[in-house]
């Protein structure tokens, strides 16, 4: 039973900052484009400093885990190939829906989803490691859905984009800047440390209602059999994989919680606008993206439950 409350109250708060942003859409009292602004704040601007935050305020040294981000990088990779060679197989002559499908099970929401379930677990003084997983995460998955999507459009692959493409990922930037004046022991006045805490702590709450807001669920007719087999995918089977080798190589309480999250995370809004200006299926992404993230509220809850109750974390 303590288990079970555990879960469910690190889970439910998300769950109602979702409903509340679909709420406020549906009662007409945020427009769309309030929500896509209020998106954008949070990808540009609040979530950058809440990782530096996490970062500059942590013990850098005690909280870089290498064997960690090797596993999750070498899984990341894994599969993307997995991704790539399998779906055209089950797919012939569907370009567009491939490379939808490829980005939706690879690539994960760790920002909006992940960082706040990290923080109702474990706490903000523990989310430093998830923190610098997720900054290692971005510079390996973002290149490989530019050259998937690029590869399936039938154009040739640029190395300065792809270059670009990751030193401009903003989880990066904040978490690279965090680190720095972490190590080079930088000290901020205290209104600036102020400032920046109160930043960090609307990202979560915004990131999560704007997702809410995000939801559409008028558009699942047609492409149903895809998005059921893409949210398995994401939710279920590449987690079982990527956490059945964590477990068996030792990994064990807020490392291994940081690498369930990672992995079982839903498919990220990105593949959306990847698939608007890409090769893609925007019908079909955004549908991805919507019942991946309803889907993994509860899978997240039961992945959590499983590892809890089996002493894991």
Known sequence: MDNFL?????????????????????????????????????????IPVMLFCNVYFSDFPGQFQGNAILLMDLSV???????????????????????????????????????????????AEQVAVYSILMACYSPVINPL?????????????????????????????????????NLLHIRFPVFINTTLTNLKSIASPLCLIALGGSFSFAQIRGCFPLVVHSVLA?????????????????????VLASL?????????????SFCTGYCGNPTLASQIVVYSTVFSIFSMFCWLFAFLQLGLI
């Not at 050259?147 to 270059?163: A, M, N, T």
């Open 6 to 46: 555990i879960c469910f109250h690190a889970i439910a708060p998300l769950l109602l900052l979702i409903l509340l942003g679909y709420t406020l859409k549906r009662l007409g009292f945020i427009q769309p484009s309030g929500f896509a602004a209020m998106d954008r704040l949070c990808f540009k601007i609040l």
């Open 77 to 123: 990779l894994a599969t993307f190939l997995a991704a790539f060679f399998l779906i055209p197989r089950l797919l012939p002559g569907q370009k567009e829906n491939i490379a939808t499908v490829v980005h939706g099970v690879c690539h994960g929401n760790l920002a909006v989803l992940g960082m706040p379930l990290i923080l109702n677990l474990f706490g």
């Open 145 to 181: 859905m530019v050259i998937e999507h690029i590869y399936f459009q039938g154009d040739r692959v640029s190395v300065r984009k792809l270059l670009r493409n990751i030193i401009s990922s903003p989880f990066l930037v904040g978490t690279m800047l965090g680190l720095l004046c």
């Open 234 to 254: 994401k939710c279920v089977w590449i987690p079982a994989i990527v956490l059945s080798v964590a477990v068996a190589l030792g990994f064990r309480g807020l």
């Open 260 to 272: 369930l999250v990672i992995f079982c995370c839903p498919s990220a809004a990105a593949t959306y």
